[in-house]
Each structure stands twice: as structure tokens, then as C-alpha cells.
């Protein structure tokens, strides 16, 4: 159990359909755990068994080839979709690029939780879906816009992030070569000094 912090105020004031009995719940079942940098936190080919909100910190993802195919930062969910509900090994890793702090729980204790607090199913579901809207958001973008347009978009949702990434990690998320990255980044930095 943890106890009850900033995070947990903040996200329990986001989450204002939470009763005070959910909340307890949420805590009693919780833990806290940070992990340093450059921490694989999920290999490709493991299974895990949590999930969980980033506090503070940034996770990338990456498949075989060492692509970036996700960056997960914080107030996003962590876990794997197809690991959890699929309970398939994973086809990618996980990996801090910053030290990171995650609030986990328990995902089959969470899923049994559900039949006696339905808010924390709704919880759950939203989340889920906020994560499957993401990934399709990300996907729809490498079919409509360019590479400069996807790195326009990230930089008008979350400059910072920009910043925080190595710009060869994030070349690939982008889905270009990490020159053609360093030149963007440098036209839009002079143009916006």
C-alpha cells in the first residue's frame, strides 16, 4: 500500500468518479517503485504481470531492430496491451531513458478487482482506450503526414519531449534518419530564436 501523495490528489482529482473507497482500494493495492536510467524494465520475449501510471520519468520502446516504435512519459499508462490481456510474451523492450517512478498494480488482481468496484473497471477501460487512441493516432500519422509534419505535430504537443529523447531514438519514432532530424531541429530552432 502506498500512501496518498501529490500524484495521487492530482490523479484522483482527474479522475473525479472515483469513490473514497476506490481510492482506498487503489492504494492498498499499489506500489510505488522507481528505476534508474538506462533500466530494461520489460525485454522482449518477458511477460509481466503490472500495470501502471509514469509519475515522473520517460520510458522507450523499441523492437528488434532498436527502433523507437513508442515513448511513454508522464500521466501515460505503462503495460503492455498485448502481454497483459493477450498474455502473449512481449515483442518489444522497455526501457528508462531518464530515472522514472511508476505507480504499479497488479493487472490480474486489478481485472478481479473490477467485479466489486466498477469504477475502477471504467478506470481501466479508459485508460485502455486512451492508449489504443494514442498508438492509432501515432500509426494514422505515418500514413497522412510526412516525416517534417510528424515532427511538427510532436513539436506543437510536446516540444520538451523533443529535448529529452536522443535524437537518434527519436528519428526513428519519427520515422526518419536521425541527419534529417538534426536539420529540423536546427531550421526550426533558428527560425523561432
Do not use: C
Amino acid at each position: 500500500m502506498i500512501k496518498s501523495n501529490e500524484f495521487t490528489k492530482i490523479y484522483f482529482e482527474q479522475n473525479d468518479f472515483l469513490t473514497e473507497k476506490d481510492k482506498e482500494k487503489l492504494l492498498e493495492m499499489a506500489q510505488l517503485v522507481t528505476y534508474p536510467m538506462n533500466k530494461i524494465v520489460l525485454h522482449r520475449g518477458e511477460q509481466i504481470s503490472q500495470v501502471g501510471i509514469i509519475l515522473s520519468g520517460l520510458i522507450r520502446v523499441y523492437d528488434k531492430n532498436n527502433k523507437t516504435v513508442w515513448i511513454v512519459y508522464e500521466n501515460q499508462p505503462y503495460g503492455s496491451m498485448e502481454v497483459l490481456a493477450l498474455n502473449r510474451p512481449s515483442t518489444v523492450t522497455y526501457e528508462t531513458l531518464e530515472e522514472t517512478t511508476m505507480f504499479l498494480l497488479n493487472y490480474a488482481e486489478l481485472e478481479d478487482t473490477i467485479k466489486d468496484y466498477p469504477n475502477i473497471g471504467r478506470l481501466l477501460l479508459m485508460y485502455w482506450k486512451n492508449t489504443a487512441m494514442a498508438m492509432y493516432g501515432h500509426f494514422y500519422s505515418f500514413l497522412s503526414l510526412t516525416p517534417e509534419e510528424r515532427y511538427l505535430q510532436l513539436l506543437q504537443q510536446n516540444a520538451k519531449l523533443i529535448l529529452r529523447v536522443k535524437s537518434k531514438d527519436l528519428a526513428t519514432y519519427l520515422g526518419m534518419h536521425p541527419v534529417s532530424l538534426s536539420r529540423l531541429k536546427k531550421r526550426y530552432f533558428i527560425q523561432n530564436k
